[in-house]
């Protein structure tokens, strides 16, 4: 018993930190620190959200930016070109997501946080004012490729909290994420073609006029430029000295477990080296959790885009004849419900069901929802605006919750030399198949406008069955043994 008090208080003795390493700065800051983390989680929150609202804001009026650019020949192509843009963004996230784990890795969070943010700035600036389509896909597709935040900040939220708050800021970041991702099309939807919806504030003759898509830009960028300045005194987590050092997690697992002995410590160690050096490729709890997240985020990328497309295109059409407003109302009060459920029914689901059983319930109770939207298209007056907002809800709260838990799982499966890296990885994949989701979905609702009259599911229905094949799949992959999660040493 004295000898586990005296490796406990070797612990917290200054010589196990390295004096100027950033890391061991806030690995002090965390074993000092109780309660809840509340400015870490904020912060986490904010830097996501900047970069999340990029992401959607532009499906409400990307309908009708086709429409403007003319490049469409019928009404039933603009789907087909708004994949295209959907795409880019995602295409060139996918080239460099890797590249940009491995500067976090060695460089620092910070500096790919900054650069992310000042990214925001520029070039969601300059796609507001795109002349022709082929400036869209050139300012998205360099968004996408010169932003490689999402990767390194999931890295960051685990490493500036305490463990037993990890879920809390892995959460932080998939609500941002599904936040922004909501609160992004609202933007868009009641910022968009201003000169119509705000004659009075601007004129039919002016600049606001000419470039009708940037206003929702312009807001978006000035939050990032806030953002942006706001990450300079942001602390860095990654530590600059020899790894040999001892980490956060082996000093808190030691004080936890001091009094079973140095020995049964030192083993701990050895299989955590052990495991720090093998390749992330071999590495199946990791690797199923990125396959998974892939295929989900297929669906999700789809779905966002077509949702837009579907609830904007003529009731001839299948669709609900919403304008952009409309369409951001709706996503507006799916953010609301979002971020009350992630920030305070979400931890508490996860810890009951764990990360795996929550996936896989949500996912199969996805499929009859999105079912049901062909059937909803069929209502009208306020009982469709009901039964809309609440379907919206709960799709988008199911995909959120689905995503957090699948983070929770990759990063549960690397130690913390490997996550800026296993996070690019991730990134990278999980961008390749978000490409497909937007030009893919764009593609197939083109098509399914064109078959209102085919004998084996017609118009929309064909779309929101190929929908939930891919949710299907997901589904059946969260099983054993492909689904594997790691256990803690």
Not at 2 to 31: F, I, M, N, T
Not at 123 to 134: E, H, K, V
Not at 270 to 285: C, D, I, R, V, Y
Request: net charge neutral.
């Amino acid at each position: 018993m004295a000898e586990g008090q005296e490796h406990v208080e070797s612990l917290l003795r200054k010589d196990y930190y390295v004096e100027g390493c950033p890391g061991c700065k806030v690995d002090q800051l965390k074993q000092t620190s109780r309660g809840l983390p509340i400015k870490q989680v904020l912060v986490i929150w904010v830097i996501v959200l900047s970069t999340a609202l990029t992401i959607s804001s532009l499906f409400p009026f990307l309908y009708f930016m086709i429409r403007d650019f003319g490049i469409a020949k019928r009404e039933e192509d603009i789907g087909y070109y708004a994949g295209f843009i959907g795409s880019s963004y995602m295409l060139g996230r996918a080239l460099t997501s890797v590249l940009w784990g491995a500067i976090a890795d060695r460089y620092g969070r910070k500096p790919v946080l900054i650069i992310g943010c000042a990214t925001v700035v520029v070039f969601n600036t300059l796609f507001g004012l795109s002349l022709n389509f082929w400036m869209a896909i050139t300012t998205r597709f360099l968004l996408g490729s010169l932003n490689g935040l999402l990767g390194p900040i999931k890295a960051y939220a685990c490493e500036t909290v305490r463990e037993e708050y990890q879920s809390l800021g892995l959460s932080a970041v998939s609500t941002a994420w599904g936040a922004g991702l909501i609160i992004g099309p609202a933007l868009g939807g009641f910022l968009a073609q201003p000169a119509e919806k705000f004659p009075g504030i601007f004129a039919s003759d002016s600049f606001w006029a000419r470039f009708p898509y940037f206003l929702p830009c312009l807001i978006i960028s000035l939050f990032a430029a806030v953002v942006t300045v706001a990450c300079f005194w942001i602390p860095e987590t990654l530590h600059t000295h020899n790894s040999e050092k001892i980490t956060s997690q082996d000093s808190y697992d030691a004080l936890e477990s001091a009094n079973q002995g140095s020995s049964e410590k030192e083993e701990v160690e050895k299989g955590q080296e052990t495991t720090s050096k093998e390749s992330l490729f071999k590495n199946w709890p990791l690797m199923s959790s990125i396959i998974v997240y892939c295929v989900f985020s297929l669906h999700d990328m789809a779905y966002t885009e077509i949702f837009s497309l579907w609830a904007e295109s003529p009731r001839r059409l299948g669709g609900l004849s919403y304008t952009t407003e409309d369409v951001g109302t709706v996503l507006a009060i799916s953010g609301v419900g979002l971020l009350i459920f992630q920030s305070f029914l979400y931890p508490l689901v996860e810890k009951i069901l764990g990360p795996i059983r929550l996936s896989r319930i949500l996912g199969i109770i996805s499929i009859p929802l999105l079912t049901s939207y062909h059937y909803i298209a069929m209502l009208s007056g306020i009982t469709l605006s009901i039964v809309l907002n609440c379907a919206s809800l709960l799709k988008n709260v199911f995909s959120i919750s689905i995503v957090t838990s699948l983070f929770i799982l990759q990063n549960r499966a690397v130690d913390q030399h490997q996550r800026g890296a296993a996070n690019g990885m991730a990134m990278t994949f999980m961008s390749l198949f978000k490409a497909a989701g937007p030009a893919g979905g764009g593609a197939i609702f083109s098509w399914a406008q064109k078959r209102q009259n085919a004998d084996f599911l017609p118009g929309d229905q064909m779309v929101f069955f190929i929908l939930n094949i891919i949710e299907a799949i997901a589904v059946l992959m969260t099983f054993k043994p492909f689904l594997v999660e790691r256990r803690n040493n």
